[in-house]
């Protein structure tokens, strides 16, 4: 008879999991505490409006392919996919705005018309970036985080100075311009921590970004948790919404059982996706490997203040992703990470998915998504959200000239509270937790339980760390632990 696996949460790590899990003749079944699968990357659908709830940005593609193809399937099996032209439109003030196109030399170009010279230096750093890439999404970030000695290769020996150096450091190094220092730095804020605490090996996410392009799944990027889904189901993945977990239950210190809406359900295995730190709480104390003020004192990456707007007319001097970086980048860090606290003038990110995919709006509408990073644990209330929202929607108007408010049919807001009342989020972060370079590998918490038993856990606060295709990564790894445990 095969092993019973429950697993926590239906986000991207979950869904990964189960279904390597079930290729292996596992019995899997996901509880799902919402009405709905997907995690953060759930979907709002309000009058005709279609919006993406969490990530936005599909990039990495190949990690993409990598997963389907494991299942013999290809991403084009389950969606379309779109590469964006632009890949992303940057505003650093009045009339003053870059695109990023879709190529290396048209970036190579851009750069060279904002800073005569600068694209050689453009040239070497890709090529640094590439390299970075190669040996980290190829191999690196396939190794589970158990020994330090994963990450000791010929390769990375080469490579020994770039973790001990940070991307702010290299970039200023070789760029003066403002501009192209922010569009260099921009990257790694995916990785949720500062350009200044992000160790230099994690340029290949500039080669992500500028090498491999920016992609769209048309529908959204909930089109890649239903195909997730459909292939989960295909291997006989059951999947239960509304399914909120209580506990997890030990004896003699092995898994024994979950507890949800009062009734135990026996397993032999307990997977969580759902946030580590909640994930602890569901056990008796005796049984959490990390301690309160452990936690606390790691970084962790922003939260979100989120709107979701519907707008009656279609808008001007906007592309599908938008970065409104016409304020002090470093300021607004620091007011994330030194000195947690609302910023007084905040970067932010729109996007509008029906400039480029007209089924996500109603006919000669438009939807926004707009988005704020701050600090987690930041109070939250409707004042404050109410505040930013006019704060932010200034600068757009001013930025993209024109009058916007008088057309919007609705808004919805997401923020601290709702990340911790939708998805047990630790102190409402979005991203999970920053890769530092003493939050990386194996000094992430753990996929494996060092005191339960048949107890494993993956996600953006395990290893590799924070985003969408480190997720799917993270799925694969921990299943690949649970197999090695069989044996």
């Known amino acids: ?6 697993i926590i949460g239906s986000g991207f790590a979950s869904l990964a999991a189960s279904c390597y899990l079930a290729k292996e003749g596992f019995d899997v079944t996901i509880y799902e505490k919402n009405d709905s699968i997907g995690g953060r990357a759930r979907q709002l659908i309000k009058e005709g409006f279609i919006f993406d709830m969490g990530p936005s940005w599909y990039w990495m593609p190949d990690v993409f392919e990598r997963f389907f193809g494991d299942f013999n399937k290809s991403a084009s099996d389950y969606y379309h996919l779109d590469k964006l032209n632009p890949a992303y439109k940057v ?20 750069f060279e018309k904002e800073e005569p010279g600068s694209s050689k230096q453009l040239k070497k750093f890709v090529a640094q970036a590439q390299s ?16 330090p000695l994963e990450l000791v290769t010929p390769e990375t020996i080469k490579k020994i100075g770039q973790f001990f150096s940070t991307i702010s450091r290299d970039v200023r190094k070789e760029f003066k311009n403002k501009k192209l220092i922010q569009l260099l730095e921009f990257p790694v ?111 962790f990456a922003p939260s979100s203040l989120l709107f979701y707007i ?18 002090d980048f470093d300021a607004h860090a620091k007011e994330i990470y030194d000195e947690p606290k609302w910023p007084e003038k905040p970067l932010f990110y729109a996007n509008f998915t029906s400039v ?71 102190k409402g972060n979005a991203y999970g ?29 395990t290893v590799p760390g924070p985003g969408v295709p480190p997720s799917l990564i993270s799925g694969k790894l921990v299943s690949g632990l649970i197999q090695k445990e069989q044996l």
């Open 91 to 110: 505003f650093f003030g009045n009339d003053e705005n870059m695109l990023i196109e879709d190529t290396l030399e048209k970036i190579y170009a851009a």
């Open 189 to 299: 804020l995916f990785l949720g921590a500062k350009p200044s605490d992000t160790p230099s090996f994690y340029s290949f996410m500039n080669y992500a970004d500028f090498g491999l392009g920016t992609w769209h799944p048309k529908g959204g990027m909930y089109k890649v948790i239903e195909g997730m889904e459909s292939l989960a189901k295909s291997l006989g993945v059951n999947i239960r919404t509304n399914s909120a977990v209580e506990k997890i239950n030990v004896f003699k210190k092995m898994v024994s059982s979950l507890t949800i809406d009062g009734k135990e359900i026996a397993t032999d295995i307990v997977v969580s996706g759902a946030d580590y730190h909640h994930s602890e709480t569901l056990l008796d104390p005796k049984y959490r490997q990390y301690s309160e003020s452990y936690w606390d004192k790691k970084t």
């Open 310 to 327: 519907g707008f009656d007319k279609k808008l001007k001097n906007i592309h599908h992703h938008n970065l409104f970086f016409d304020v």
């Open 433 to 461: 937790m920053a890769n530092t370079l003493l939050q990386t590998a194996f000094l992430r918490p753990k996929l494996k339980s060092s005191k339960v038993e048949g107890l494993f856990f993956t996600g953006q606060l």
């Open 356 to 426: 480029t995919d007209p089924g996500s709006a109603p006919e000669n509408c438009e939807n926004g998504f707009f988005l704020v990073p701050i600090a987690p644990g930041l109070e939250d209330n409707e004042k404050l959200r109410e505040h930013y929202f006019e704060l932010i929607m200034d600068r757009f108007e001013k930025l993209t000239n024109q009058k916007v408010r008088e057309n919007i049919l609705f808004k919805e807001s997401f923020c601290v509270n709702d990340f911790i009342k939708d998805y047990n989020s630790y």
């Open 132 to 147: 970075n890439y190669e040996i980290a999404i190829k191999d690196l970030v396939y190794r589970p985080g158990v020994s």
């Open 1 to 6: 008879m095969s092993k019973k696996v429950s």
